[in-house]
């Protein structure tokens, strides 16, 4: 039986752009998702032509990213009433492909931007609104090669050590910052973005608790990009280094600066980030199962379908009931937190690594049922079973960010 | 951080009803239970004096049990509108007690009676309403001992394997149906209740598809019950077979006598049942964090407590995600099933399968985290583990209730 | 299929011994294991006319409790040349009943005794070898209250906390030892033994480094015994605690004084316990196997025996695996540890956290296979599951005993 | 601490092969499988010049190859005496690259044909023991497009349903036979093999039970050989389809031609498959496990080795038990069935399930403790993983082959 939505009270509107972005899901990401997820070199990826452009093209068309910028800016901000809106919405891209639903969602500078009083950057913000030709990509440059599990340990409060400080260090001289230092091969859209909201240590004395937040557009003197990552998943996400070597931003440019305010505004992103993840990987758990599904009331062994087989229908029962239970958690905290913002951030975790166990747990018992079939690249499961795997690592391997949700329990 | 209801959409009606159910789950129902599990012998769980009945009589106290009886014959059915009702008031009984909650909410036979035309179970039900002290006691009389399993299979339209059939037969003589037949020990209520509603074959040679319906009082010659079954979990909860020897009642007492409406109403009455298991879970599996959580910021070890050790963390970060899984899914579905009746049978397997297991693991987690004190009868949890692993398998054993929900994907 | 033996060179001595043992098991353990179990209050298992007191005299009469004393004092230490030899045997009285296992196999005093050149103590050690009537009864005091998991970070040379060391302590007063404190409710055989090895504490500025052990006759003035602990499983097993009081030994009888000395022992004495473990728990594994497929084999619903159901043969064939791995792992470690004495503590801890996990494994997939009767005390298979549970605990939580056996690799 | 040998009875001349095939593991294919892993299409891995050719050729100079052949044939069958000697070869085999591993021992045919009195055949099997430049090359050909997992049911005797019979059938004309069918994408050496054994169907009526296996040239005309397989792990191992049109081979070619008999040999051929993949993925795990090991002991995260986080240590000793686990009993199973052929099938079938979730579950959990470096690249363990993965489903899915064991429980 294909899915039917159990949650009856989803508001029309939402329905209707449910519907639009799972056409776009299905019929645009899907298809070049595998295509790119083919492509041997990384570069190939990005380069002038790869059809990665086209969807990105696409997404900026349907003017979902104008969403996360406020009204004022042009942007589309709060026009969304439904509080499981960004579960539902997100649930859709997730499906049609998940490396590419984290690049074409990356919308981090822009949104910083349109938070400052600064009149570029809030032109940065409005001229994102209307860039329906994707001139402007942004990125999320956190992590960093000795600081990646770090940075979640940097919400508690009491976690100082100034051995565990970001490398990547701004100072301030005159009215610029200076930044010197690199960020890891993780960031997601790390050799395509235009603008990065970079994570930053100001004061090194006071490890995590010393940190600031600034936008900065990657064109300036002294930025350097790393070559596109070659890894197991997840493979039409770009993600790369980005090095700065006396880069020069101005004041204005570090949209936060103070330790104290970038405490609560890194729990923020966090929060959304992990929140953002839950529900997408929804999308993935259900990929995963659909295939799972039909492929097992058509194979035949034995003389008849395989879903016939007692211990074929309950792995298939048991992968059902994991995706309705990330499904129904994820939206229940996502509804949560956009009624109650900033949201809950140890929530927000609990739905990332239950949504990403689910969709590696189910894509992997797939593939059980796929037999060898599951192995081949001819066949859609195991691209999803490797998105799905590198899911459970990125924004936070699962055990450090469960290490850091136990600290709100 | 003590639980806090992440759904601030509930309604401060039901709100209301959630604070004096809990009151009495944690009052009453909890050190009720407690005391109930250590008795040795089953037989004096329902003796006279027993603080069984204390529970029994306070809970009707409460009018909840009215809330099955529809208005008309004097109860509140309707009253409570907030769709997620049921699964907000079940984790509140199912944290206090998990045996003595599937005792109390045993309405069965009175809800049936309201539905018949017959005056005389019409009153019945009225007088259910008025029933403070706990005269009258229901019980769900279906399972038997060569046909556990088979029932929920029975809920499929093509199983009719006239080997599957049920034991207990009804065959029409003039205007009464004369039962033969026994019920398995594992009827809930099944030695202390007055009135039955009882499963029988009408047809043998459909088997399953042969069934129908009676309410049966259980003062009729002819019935008899076991002793008290003696068990590992859910001590509070009394459960014994019931045997019919050429037991009559009026034709009328047959309240669904076709085959085809059974088909129906069988499928109706696992959809509930399933669906308040799967409610009633997870507040078991809440009560075992609760203790787990507690228990790991108090014990000292090696000199600090044992939640600062990062495997503790990591269990009981599991163990939270667990919880909210499954509390996330069993509203979802309770709001959907509410919504649009009769429900969806294979969602609320889905609910019962994951609130289950849940329970079940989160308080075999919260033993590793009591160590050795764990296993001690001065401690709680070793009691809420064994009634949740009960649950696994009480109102059909998970495996047999998957395979009947697969097939339904 | 039965279980046949894979190991077809163990020598016919040690499966004659194997064969008598096994006879032991099945017709004296078991029944008297699980008439025990039935008792509602521990002391009644170890009142005067229990079938606790035959059993144990029974095991005396197989004279190989003589297997651990050296042939100079009258023992039989050496006499079994296989080195698999233990891991053979103490699977049988794991598949007897694994409480009165540990009870009747506890000679840890009295070996203690034949170490040491103190013509008392070995005369002690003699009288244990003759003692067919178990007058003499032993026990290992090492678990306390607020010291747990601590000890086996004991074996690690660099844990000298001191505010992880003992409470028990023992102080030089002349040519005696005072002994003052008190051990925990964990100690096997605690109620009933005549004689202990107690770990004490002599220079608590060192914490665990700081330690000693003493042969201590249960008689002595000072000594009180706790009542035993009522528990979930294990209950043939009689626990308690151990009081001191100004309890007074000669210095003699502190077999082993220095510090550095008792690392060795420590180490040693934690080797053999986890290995023992390991090797005993293969029977529970194998008792709750047997039960599960002889009952799939016999139970039949839908008109064949459940065994036919594609899901139950996964289950257990899974179960199967489960068990002949324990067993291979625990035989292979046996080997290594008696050819290599003193052995490999992580190994062997490993065994036992790997046995453990099999045999709660594979009883609790028993219980799902049993369903409703995997939970009624009619059938044997809730007692196995009880009994397995504890020992994931017992003798060091799992996890712990991990944490430790992690440092060495 | 490395890996040390707990078997301290294995035999120096085992112990000096042991140590020269690790070394060739280690040295030769470790390299090899990293370089082939990474070739984009697998048509390059086969391609001229590729290192697989020297890998395959350095294998040959082991000698190693010659073990299958009988001596009067020119081989050493019977040279090496230790019934373990099977497991701790294949162990190293595995450690250095299970896809190679498998490539590389394929060595069927020519075994098949040793076993035949028809003089060419035997001048095969000595041909095939002097060929150190690789000019023979042998393969399984028994997967079948519609039938996987069936082929393991054919090793019952009572699974003779023709609906679940070979597509490849084999008809008598004169004194030759002739294929016709396909064997599928899953041969592997598939298309590089110079000669198979093939799996036919001699009596389409009786199913599975109708069956012969024949060796066959794959030079001869009418052989096809289809395109390598592009797939997720194992990717230096060549697989392919074979297609049979009107392929005659002598009549004596089929060296199995009695049903009857051929279902010993299918179970043999079973038993051996399994137990060499078995003992295989000992390997992989183990080359898992020491990768996170040495990776934990040297990655830093906020200022200590992630060695020393709790969760981690408890990461890793869980894999080192599984791993432990896994070859205790590979081992064990293969003295048995050294000892004892034709061995036991289902405990053969139980170390292959166990050795390869081993692989799996250490590999995957290597991941987690690899964090985002555990998805690149160029990191190894990833390649590890897939490796892993697919030998969960190769030579039989695991569920599917566990039925079949099941059925001899």
């Known amino acids: 039986m294909a899915y039917f939505e159990l949650d009856t009270t989803i508001s ?68 969304v009433s439904d509080p499981k809106a960004s579960a539902v919405l997100y649930e859709e891209l997730g499906y049609g492909d998940i490396g590419l639903g984290i690049s074409i969602a990356s919308s981090n500078p822009f949104r910083m931007a349109a938070s400052s009083p600064d009149p570029k950057l809030q032109q940065l913000a409005r001229d994102y609104v209307q860039d329906d030709e ?29 051995k565990a400080g970001p490398e990547l260090s701004a100072r301030l001289v005159g009215d610029e910052y200076v930044l010197n230092g690199q960020k890891a091969a993780w960031v997601s859209n790390g050799t395509i973005a235009t603008h990065a909201t970079v994570h930053v240590n100001i004061d090194p004395s006071k490890g995590m608790q010393g940190n600031g937040l600034a936008v900065v557009p990657l064109d300036l003197p002294g930025v350097r990009k790393g070559k ?11 993600q790369g280094e980005i090095f700065f070597e006396e880069v020069k931003i101005p004041k204005s440019y570090m949209v936060i600066e103070d330790p104290k305010q970038m405490q609560g505004a890194i729990k923020e992103i966090f929060t959304e980030a992990n929140a953002g993840m839950g529900q997408a990987l ?15 009331k058509e194979r035949v062994q034995g003389g008849i379908p395989i879903f016939e087989h007692k211990n074929i229908k309950l792995q298939l029962f048991d992968m059902f009931t994991k995706v309705e239970a990330a499904r129904a958690y994820a939206r229940r905290m996502a509804a949560y937190n956009a009624l109650n913002p900033p949201g809950s951030l140890h929530h927000a975790i609990a739905a990332k690594v239950l949504s990403t166990k689910a969709a ?12 060898g079939n599951g192995l081949a690249k001819e066949y859609p499961i195991e691209k999803i079973f490797r998105d799905a795997l ?20």
């Not at 600081?147 to 009491?158: A, E, L, M, V």
């Not at 929804?282 to 097992?296: R, S």
């Not at 590198?390 to 709100?408: K, P, Q, V, Y």
């Open 12 to 79: 029309k509107e939402l329905l209707a752009m449910k519907k639009e972005v799972g056409n776009f899901a299905r019929k645009v990401m899907r298809p070049a998702g595998i295509e790119l997820d083919k492509l041997h070199d990384p570069a190939d990826v990005i380069a002038q032509g790869s059809v990665l452009w086209d969807v990105m093209k696409d997404f900026r068309k349907l003017h979902l990213h104008a969403l996360s910028i406020p009204k004022d800016l042009g942007g589309l901000k709060g026009d």
């Open 134 to 162: 994707c001139n402007l990509i942004g990125c999320w440059a956190i992590t960093e090669p000795m600081h990646g599990s770090d940075w979640i340990s940097g919400t508690d409060n009491d976690f100082d050590d100034p």
């Open 228 to 238: 596109p990552l070659d890894k197991i998943g997840q493979r039409p996400l770009n």
């Open 282 to 296: 929804v999308g993935v758990a259900q990929a995963a199962f659909d295939e799972a599904l039909k492929y097992a």
């Open 360 to 371: 590696h747990g189910v894509a992997r018992e797939a593939i059980s049922i796929f037999g």
């Open 390 to 409: 590198a899911s459970t690592i990125e924004d936070g391997e699962n055990n450090a960010l469960s290490l850091r949700g136990a600290n709100d329990l």
